[in-house]
DNA sequence: CAGCATCCACTCTGATACTG
DNA sequence: CAGTATCAGAGTGGATGCTG
């Protein structure tokens, strides 16, 4: 692993004697990344805004399944969270530029590398995840 | 996941009728894949079980939040892209070991780049985002 | 053009109770 | 120990219609 982030694994990694609970890893800012850009839409608006700015229904074009609404909830989010610029051109008719900020460029890389794998490696999961449902699933309610 | 989807690319998904620009990206593996590590644990669990092998009660403990239903789900959904190897000792009483597979060993890497991100950022995000309220919150139903 | 409002379906998550 | 079954609530995402 690369440097992690909640790095307690000198207790946890190595004697664990007691039921030492994860609470730096578990309530790390980690999850909370991740439930904002790991919804549907968030990392594919970071990803396409980290090529140039776009306005809006360039973007609704663009993403092409986005609906009016999440498009705007989610570029409100991640306006929220510092990552994404929204400017208003007062003309007529109006015009919003999105562009990406310096924090939400910054968040590129990271997110570009996870998309590599997933790329890379959807070949696989899909492979696996086929192999598992010949062998006749448990279902669930899953 | 049932939604917009490709397909195995590897033979079959050369010709959709799409009327996109962003056909590759948008519909790429990269939304699919964060569907199934974007949830609320299964991340967590990776980079868990890349330290070492947990036993599953050693899991629920150790992430302390975490309902069984959830970690069961989460489990099988892992193991069932390939990403974690389940093992079952016939012992009595039973014990299952769950670790990484080497496909999900791979993820690890670009994942834990997104959590130091996460970590280094999580504060600026913060930031923003209180500074936003305070600007006076849409309603909607956000 | 760039949204907002409303309704609705489906999913995710958790609590609780029970089993081999 | 390692799950499964069921119920219920919150959250997510989409369709449609309307506005400045």
Redesign the pocket.
């Given at each position: 692993m690369s440097g992690t982030h909640t790095d307690v694994p000198s207790v946890v990694a190595h004697e664990l004697p007691r039921p030492v609970p994860l609470d730096e890893f578990a309530a790390c800012p980690v999850g909370e990344v991740f439930?904002r850009v790991?919804?549907?839409?968030?990392m594919l608006l970071v990803i396409l805004l980290g090529r140039r700015s776009y306005?809006?229904?360039?973007?609704?074009r663009a993403i092409e399944?986005?609906?009016?609404?999440?498009?705007?909830?989610?570029?409100?989010g991640l306006e929220t969270d510092g990552l994404v610029h929204?400017e208003?051109?007062p003309t007529v008719?109006?015009?919003?530029?999105?562009s990406l900020t310096p924090l939400g460029r910054t968040l590129l890389e990271p997110l570009s590398a996870l998309a590599d794998w997933a790329v890379l490696h959807e070949p696989e999961i899909a492979k696996a995840r086929a192999e598992r449902i010949r062998g006749g699933g448990?279902?669930?309610?899953?």
């Open positions: 439930r790991g919804d549907r839409w968030s306005r809006y229904n360039e973007l609704h399944g986005i609906s009016q609404r999440m498009l705007t909830r989610t570029l409100r929204r208003v051109h008719p109006p015009s919003v530029e999105y448990p279902s669930s309610d899953l």
